[in-house]
């Protein structure tokens, strides 16, 4: 997928970031993705796999806000990484008017309650706070075209697994992404249920 088949306002981005070809990683995966399949995107840091799927993000949905419920949903680690994923998001869509939301476990609840509720295009939190606004109504999953497990090899060692596995038993059809630096037991049992058909997408070098 070259640069030149993208939306015209995240082209835009992309040139005001002197960012003019993707990296050799992101020639295979973003491909994949933008065809609508759900995969695995496996490779070490630098490889350029979180912003493939910022870029893919943005394209999918059309560089623009609409409506009011959440389009994509990202499940990270900590508050740290969300606010990463959120700043990373914020350098691809200065000039669009997509919403981009990071959610904290540290800020008044029913504020963000009233915050997600008047419109957010892109949600980024963790499994269990996400699950929080979920099951107590905050958080409307009817419209989630893009849910994404961001840097999610700290799953061989945390209790969100089941919390994931919860949501996406309440998320209809949807693209489903897992990224992680090393492949590991714990995302790759996901292969026995939502991601059965995932494709599974390696860089080693």
Do not use: C
């Not at 059309?62 to 700043?87: G, Y």
């Not at 540290?106 to 504020?111: H, I, L």
């Not at 009233?114 to 409307?140: M, R």
């Not at 700290?154 to 897992?178: D, F, P, V, W």
């Amino acid at each position: 997928m070259s640069f030149k088949k993208l939306n015209p306002l995240l082209k835009e981005s992309l040139k005001t970031l002197n960012f003019e070809a993707p990296l050799p990683f992101q020639k295979e995966v973003l491909p994949v993705i933008k065809s609508g399949a759900d995969a695995y995107v496996i490779g070490k840091k630098g490889s350029g796999k979180t912003t493939a799927l910022i870029i893919h993000t943005i394209h999918k949905l059309k560089a623009e806000a609409f409506e009011d419920s959440p389009r994509a949903l990202f499940i990270v680690e900590n508050q740290q990484k969300i606010a990463e994923l959120k700043e990373a998001f914020s350098k691809y869509t200065r000039n669009t008017d997509l919403r981009i939301y990071g959610t904290s476990e540290r800020y008044d609840f029913e504020k963000q309650k009233v915050e997600i509720y008047y419109g957010q295009d892109i949600v980024i939190g963790t499994p269990a706070f996400i699950s929080k606004l979920y099951f107590q109504n905050a958080l409307h999953l009817g419209q989630i075209q893009l849910f994404v497990l961001d840097d999610a090899d700290y799953l061989a060692s945390n209790n969100g697994y089941n919390h994931i596995l919860r949501l996406t038993e309440s998320i209809n059809k949807s693209q489903s992404i897992i990224i992680a630096d090393e492949w590991n037991s714990k995302i790759a049992n996901y292969q026995n249920s939502y991601m059965s058909n995932a494709r599974i997408l390696k860089w080693s070098d």
